[in-house]
């Protein structure tokens, strides 16, 4: 298992012998939602000097050859003389508490269940809490709206009384050979709350229960809490259920949050299905996966503008083909502002022109300009948010942000991440 961090730069590699690989390089490229060109994850070169490694902002566990040689990138940077890891399931426990962000966890989370498992420390089995905790809050968020009603198919015996259809042959087995005649065994239809779907979450939740018993951590303590709050409601609903009988479907926009909660659960249960039994008790294995950082920051990053700004944010607003991260308007007494959330260490290092560049571009369009209304030819000042060390874990108010100090009205900020 090559360990590595992200974001490294044609790093050297030197922790373990690479003899056995037969190629001279490796690359995983993942395609996420929207972009023309997929995006790479990782690639591993030999060179003169020896093996390096480049990887960018996903994190997450791949073979490199099937059965001999697989690569971990983890949540790390160098800071001084210390490596510190981010805590990604606080990032996704902060960011889902913004309900925006429901809309926007499809491409958050890669799996390839159609590659043989990883062995990996059972502690380090990242896969199955990170699934665990955004299934959980989709849950919530279900519950707390109410659960879906519809009518479901019921067979069960119906004493001295016809509801429905007489199964026949189930109604000989169960009654007639036991000389019951006065019980009909029937096939009808309810209204309520236990249909299919709801089944397959409520398996789902009662098998999450059951994987938090193995991790011992804060984040995990708030999922269990979230299995106890919502649970009660799901009485009426039974766990049995075919998951390949169900499918993903159009739904009520009212129960849009059933579309990604029954994709999650059929996830975990396909995890759960793939961990396979290895002779070491504290070892468990895993499908190759990939968690998207620079999403999972936006996410992060609008949480916290929302904390402060309210609705007056704007996420991921579209206009012709152009997509700025965050428009901020100027309703409440502040500046209207072009916010972009770059997940890059940027540190005490100038912000890229590019990216100023970007941002800056968009305050450009007219209709931008038009959504901010602003109607004269002043400039839409612009922010920039990256991660940082020791910084701000909220976001302060627009005037003690840092002016960037090359460009006119272009501030920049950063944002503490929760680390480990």
Known sequence: MI?????????????????????ESYCRLVKRPGDKEPSECFSLTKRETGWVMSSSYFVGIDWLEEGKSAVRVKPKFDHEDNQIEINYLSMLEEALKEPKNFDQLDGLLYVDFNRPSIPVPRQDDMLSLFLVSEFLHVIKRITDKGLRKSYYLVEANQSSKIKGKILIPQNIKKNNIRGNYSDNYCRYQEFGVDIPENRLLKKAVVISSHLLDIYHSDVVKQLKQTIS??????????????????????????????????????LILRKTAFNQVLHEANMTSTPPYWIDMSKLFEMYVLSKL?????????????FRGQEPDYLLNGSDGHLPYII??????????SIETDDIRQVSGYGRMKSVRKALNVTDHSLIPCLIIYPEHESNDFIPPSDKWIDEGRYLDVYKLGVTLPII
């Open 340 to 349: 972009d959330a770059k997940y890059k260490r940027y540190g005490e290092h």
């Open 306 to 318: 929302r904390d402060r700004f309210g609705n007056d944010v704007i996420y991921h607003p579209h």
């Open 229 to 266: 709050d919502v649970f009660p409601k799901w009485k009426n609903v039974k766990s049995e259920c075919d998951p390949n009988k169900i499918r993903e479907g159009k739904v009520n926009p009212f129960f849009k949050e059933y579309t990604i909660a029954i994709r999650l659960a059929k």
């Open 3 to 23: 360990e590595a961090n992200e974001q490294w730069l044609r790093h050297p590699i030197s922790q373990i012998e690479l003899d056995q690989l037969v190629k």
